[in-house]
């Protein structure tokens, strides 16, 4: 499981403190993109989003989200963003995420995202080591 610390700043809410419903998928999207970092490190790639899109020519794209929103964060709280992989096919994978509050959890997200070929926008196998490095990472 990664685990990804976030702050919550004045930006990411209302007047009243409270967290925007659409900053959790914000904060979702920063944290998978740090397991990414992470994991295409280890693979000898800088971990940059470009440099996957450089060496392997795909892009991913979020195909859908649920959310389940089950209690507010406020300004100031420091967050967790935990990533899962929930399950993983050729071309997509679905993340199991979940925002919490010194171990409350706040909000459950479930992410499908798809690999595409950068040039032609079409589905595009992920690369071999892909899936076998989150799967490693549970």
Known sequence: MHRFPIRVYYSDTDCGGIVYHGRYLDFAEHARTELLRELGRQHGLS?????????????????????????????????????????????????????????????????????????THRPMPMPPWFIPAFEAAR
């Open 47 to 119: 971990g940059s989003q470009t440099s996957l899109m450089e060496s392997e020519g795909l892009v991913f794209v979020v195909k859908s989200i649920a959310v389940d929103y089950q209690s507010p964060a406020h300004l100031d709280d420091l967050l967790e963003v935990q990533t899962e992989l929930e399950s993983a096919k050729r071309f997509s994978i679905v993340f199991r995420q979940t925002v919490l509050r010194d171990g409350q959890t706040l909000c459950v997200l479930q992410v499908k995202v798809a690999s595409i070929n950068t040039e």
